[in-house]
């Protein structure tokens, strides 16, 4: 009787309730993320005439077991070809290509680009990046000559001097970060088309001068915000900080807010993959589906590099 006395007269605990809180909206938030390397239905089959070593979830593989100066076969050049659509990016230890090989290497997959707006090497198409005076400006991510009407396929970079330390590349998979966007986001983003001009990602680090001799040349293009990968079919986030100006139809400041976000995927560990150079590596991206950035903190030594790039096709 007293027990039952007791426990009839205690007042009921209150359920715990959180203090009110707010998290921003558009932002990036812990949870579960999706993770797939290649597109729903994909053949996944093993590599017969190379060695392929993954260094990431979903972007990135060392190849082993090829001489890249070498011609390779046209049985050797389709499997190299699977493995740029799989991983996105692939690395050749210890190539040492000369100029001509690599440029070689790189006419299996198109045509060669020219870039004007570039420092060159020993041929036009060879852009020759040496940071050893002029200061880095790929130190951001960026899908490269998305300035262009037809973007370039992919590229081919070789390192012929790397910085005792440091002078990391990363990559990004455009087409996992476009998996991961909210559904809202991707409803917003459906069909919208996006202007890309050559002038903010050069204006800071080229002459005034310079940048309008070439104005006329390049002209602000239009692509759409998700394109279509032309071999994979796959869907993939197509903005970048670089060239990405703004959406087109839509007001400033939402066209800001928008881009703001999707600029952001690029950033997500788990999207990434990070190379560590030696002299005489090779790395060969798929231009299409990634976006990269030169890590810029080796100075004052010197990191010299020279990348051949691919022409490409107009997005859809």
């Known amino acids: 009787m007293t027990t039952a006395t007791a426990t009839a007269s205690t007042p009921p605990v209150a359920a ?75 690395f050749f230890r210890g190539q040492h290509l000369t100029s001509e090989a690599q440029r070689a290497f790189a006419r299996n997959w198109g045509e060669l680009e020219t870039n004007p707006l570039l420092a060159t090497g020993d041929a036009p198409e060879v852009v020759r990046f040496d940071r050893s005076a002029v200061p880095s400006f790929e130190n951001v991510w960026h899908t490269d000559v998305t300035f262009r009407e037809r973007p370039a396929l992919g590229a081919v970079l070789q390192l012929r001097e790397v910085p005792p330390s440091g002078g990391d590349t990363m990559w990004a998979d455009m087409a996992v970060a476009y998996d991961n ?37 390049f002209p602000p293009v239009e692509h759409p915000v998700v394109r279509r990968h032309p071999e994979t079919g796959r869907r993939m986030l197509f903005v970048n900080t670089s060239f990405t100006t703004h959406l087109v139809g839509f007001e400033r400041a939402e066209s800001d807010r928008l881009l703001r976000l999707l600029f952001q995927q690029a950033h997500v560990p788990e999207f990434q993959v990070r190379f560590r150079w030696q002299a005489g590596d090779i790395a060969f991206w798929d231009n299409r589906a990634t976006q990269h950035y030169a890590v810029n903190d080796y100075s004052p030594h010197r990191r010299v590099a020279e990348r051949v790039a691919i022409e490409g096709d107009r997005p859809f």
């Open 16 to 90: 715990a309730v959180p203090r009110p809180y707010r998290i921003p909206a558009d932002g990036l938030y812990e949870g579960h993320r999706e993770l797939r390397r290649v597109p729903e239905g994909w053949e996944d089959r093993p590599y017969e005439l190379f060695e392929l070593v993954p260094q990431a979830r979903t972007i990135g593989a060392e190849i082993r077991g090829l001489d890249l100066a070498q011609p390779p076969s046209p049985a050797v050049r389709e499997e190299i070809n699977r493995a740029l659509l799989e991983w996105k990016v692939l």
């Open 181 to 217: 966007l909210p559904q809202d986001v991707k409803d917003r983003i459906d069909g919208a088309r996006a202007v890309h001009d050559f002038l903010p990602g050069f204006a800071r680090f080229t002459p005034a001068g310079q940048l309008a001799a070439f104005q006329d040349r």
